[in-house]
């Protein structure tokens, strides 16, 4: 099998977790916006986006949606410059190497609730450098 889409990753990744959870009631998969919508057995709703490069979001329209995209420096420079304007929205972001199934993740909101601002960025390199960078 080939090296999966950054859609086709999140898709694998959402049924994983469920498959503990099992909170999914069903979930739509948007290929021209690269999006995953999902409904919860509880009525609730999430959203799911994938955006290979950070540079693609609109940040105002972001609230708590989960973020795939590649773990790539530009991705993680991005991260870094728009922290003050992400850090009180609920989004989890993940960086993700599809080539080798790897990841990792943030949620600016409470990474900035228990971090310091001198720490930030050598903290974010270090969870960056703790997979392969994606190709």
């Known amino acids: 099998m080939g090296e999966l889409t950054l859609l086709e990753w999140a898709v694998?990744?959402?049924?994983?977790?469920?498959?503990?959870?099992?909170?999914?009631?069903?979930?739509?998969?948007?290929?021209?916006?690269?999006?995953?919508?999902?409904?919860?057995?509880?009525g609730s709703e999430e959203v799911f986006l994938c955006a290979a490069s950070l540079s693609s979001l609109d940040i105002s329209k972001l609230n708590n949606e989960?973020?795939?995209?590649?773990?790539?420096?530009?991705?993680l420079n991005w991260l870094v410059a728009n922290?003050?304007?992400?850090?009180?929205?609920?989004?989890?972001?993940?960086?993700?190497?599809?080539?080798?199934?790897?990841?990792?993740?943030?949620?600016p909101n409470m990474h900035n609730s228990v971090t310091?601002?001198?720490a930030l960025k050598p903290g974010l390199k270090s969870l960056f450098e703790s997979i392969s960078e994606a190709d």
């Open 116 to 118: 310091d601002k001198a």
């Open 66 to 75: 989960k973020i795939a995209c590649l773990n790539k420096k530009e991705n």
């Open 12 to 42: 694998a990744y959402i049924k994983y977790k469920d498959s503990v959870r099992g909170r999914i009631r069903e979930y739509s998969v948007t290929e021209k916006t690269n999006r995953v919508d999902i409904t919860n057995k509880d």
């Open 83 to 107: 922290w003050d304007l992400i850090k009180d929205k609920k989004c989890i972001f993940l960086f993700v190497n599809t080539k080798k199934s790897e990841n990792w993740a943030i949620n």
